[in-house]
């Protein structure tokens, strides 16, 4: 049960729940549940069923819409032997089909609302509705799966009364058939890159937990023929996309080489642009594992990140990448304590590897290894398949 489902994908969760579905439909009769609009009704051998929002709610806040749609999807899981909710958006209909029908609920958490609570101001009240639902959901689930160890800590931390031997490690994953290096230059090209030049790209929401404002100050301070590729996603808030803008508004005045991409990708198009990536940045302030960083070293980029959430149990400091220290304020935004000096060890940490490309291509090439080695799909469905198995 999930809201996003190819093709409507905008994050990670998105990703995962695409990637899992292909593979665990290989070794499981499998169904899956999505919000939306009409799709085929077979993916990678998956039965898949849409549902959109009640008529009556059409007016009615983001979150009462996400309860209605919810409640659509129970009659449909009759019959199930588990079922298995993605993000706050699923959770309650993975919990009241639990109820419904007697059977077990396995959730995955991909993010947490109490660490997300600038959703305050793009959700209003109904982000006391959603933070009901994921305790609701977390509290009751039979197994709950972290995309990481540090989500886990974030977990037992958030919701303690959850039974930590009920809350399993289950790493995002990268196909790296699908994402490898790719080359062929004619996609950057078209959009406005010169791949003879070095760049930094940034590819994700425009959100508070990815951290932008920060990559575009630590900007300012790189190399005039540095580009900057933004391939960014609509902000969250105007408040949020007005501070954006000004900052790139400022950034391209100050030295120009902004490269500003604000439409989701062709994957071909994307993977180009990593592979000719001299530095992938990711200054997210809360992340839970960071699908984009296994996508960015599977296309044989050099990572500098932030080193918070799940970060540090992808990239390998010093070895595939960076991690830039973060001390964090524990109220649950993750605002850095001193955020001059996070954008200042940021660039420091851009303009090392900008330095030395030799460094940062080794750097890359052993990120393409360690993704083939560590975040299979394959390894990621039979894990899962394992959670499914203590829990009948």
Request: glycine letters at 8%.
């Amino acid at each position: 049960m999930t809201k996003e489902f190819p093709p409507e994908i905008y994050g990670g969760a998105g990703v995962h729940v695409a990637e899992l579905s292909r593979v665990l439909a290989n070794r499981i009769d499998l169904m899956v549940h999505c919000f939306g609009g009409e799709r085929p009704e077979e993916f990678h051998g998956a039965t898949v069923r849409n549902y959109g929002v009640p008529a009556e709610l059409t007016e009615a806040n983001a979150a009462v819409q996400t309860l209605g749609t919810d409640l659509s999807m129970l009659s449909g899981i009759s019959g199930s032997d588990v079922v298995h909710s993605h993000t706050w958006y699923a959770n309650m209909a993975g919990h009241l089909a639990s109820l419904l029908h007697g059977i077990p609920h396995v959730l995955s958490a991909h993010s947490l609302e109490p660490l997300r609570p600038w959703k305050a101001e793009q959700l209003g009240g109904g982000y006391a509705l959603s933070s009901w639902v994921e305790k609701t959901a977390y509290e009751a689930a039979a197994a709950v799966i972290a995309v990481s160890a540090g989500m886990r800590e974030d977990i037992l931390r958030c919701y303690p009364a959850v039974d930590p031997s009920r809350v399993h490690v289950v790493h995002n994953g990268v196909d790296t058939v699908a994402w490898s290096p790719d080359a062929d230059d004619d996609a950057v090209r078209a959009l406005g890159i010169d791949p003879a030049r070095p760049s930094v790209v940034f590819v994700g929401r425009n959100t508070r937990q990815k951290g932008v404002p920060y990559l575009l100050r630590a900007a300012a301070k790189l190399p005039g023929d540095v580009q900057l590729v933004l391939c960014l996603g609509a902000a969250d808030t105007p408040e949020l996309a007005a501070e954006t803008s000004r900052l790139i508004d400022d950034l391209t005045a100050e030295r120009g080489s902004v490269i500003l991409i604000e439409r989701m990708l062709p994957r071909r198009e994307l993977i180009q642009v990593l592979s000719h990536a001299t530095v992938f940045a990711c200054p997210s302030i809360y992340e839970p594992l960071g699908i984009v960083n296994l996508e960015a070293m599977a296309c044989g980029a050099a990572v500098v990140a932030s080193a918070t959430g799940g970060i540090p149990e992808v990239v390998d400091d010093g070895v595939t990448g960076t991690l830039v220290p973060l001390e964090q304020v524990q109220d649950g935004t993750g605002t850095p304590l001193d955020p001059d000096s996070f954008v200042s060890d940021f660039a420091d940490a851009l303009n090392a590897l900008l330095a030395d490309p030799a460094r940062a291509r080794t750097m890359g090439e052993l990120g393409r290894k360690r993704a083939e080695q560590h975040f299979s799909w394959d390894t990621i469905a039979d894990l899962t398949l394992g959670i499914y198995r203590s829990v009948l």
